[in-house]
């Protein structure tokens, strides 16, 4: 896997704060995305960090993604299968995390389905970006969703 490219796409996605700030659902978190916990009215953890220490926290929470992936879909060969997709789970992963990709009703569901295919241009992987455009967390991120869709149905970086 092409880990700068991984890179390069959640610091697109996610950007790179390197003071700490509320996210979306009023969550510190700091960096590439790291969160650092609720707002709990006191001062969060951490609040300024240097660009590498941003790059630190971005490998170690990687780490935690790429093994839920793994996790997620262990019978899937990713050898076999495109570097793209393979990031596009990951970025989507470090998004969502565990608790969301665990309980998915509909995205998991549809992935584990594709990955069983042993063509890579099978329908399936069609369904999943489907799944993906059509939840609530597709519709909350917007672009990324379209970019992880096009990504997991086609096995391409899109242009």
């Known amino acids: ?61 990687l780490q935690w993604a790429i093994k839920l992936v793994n996790d997620l879909f262990p019978q899937t060969e990713w050898e076999s299968f495109s570097d793209v997709r393979y990031r596009a789970l990951i970025n989507m992963a470090f998004n969502r995390g565990e608790k969301n990709m665990r309980e998915s009703t509909t995205i998991t569901p549809a992935i584990l389905a594709a990955c069983q295919e042993t063509v890579t241009d099978s329908p399936k992987w069609n369904a999943v970006s489907t799944a993906i455009l059509t939840s609530p967390w597709g519709k909350q991120i917007g672009r990324r969703a379209e970019r992880l869709a096009f990504m997991l149905a086609t096995g391409k970086d899109p242009q």
């Open 1 to 61: 896997m092409d880990r700068s490219k991984l890179h390069n796409d959640l610091v697109r996605d996610e950007g790179c704060r390197l003071a700490a700030y509320k996210d979306t659902k009023g969550m510190w978190t700091i960096g590439v995305g790291h969160l650092l916990g609720p707002d709990t009215g006191a001062a969060p953890r951490m609040s300024f960090i240097t660009y590498e220490e941003a790059m630190a926290l971005l490998d170690w929470d």
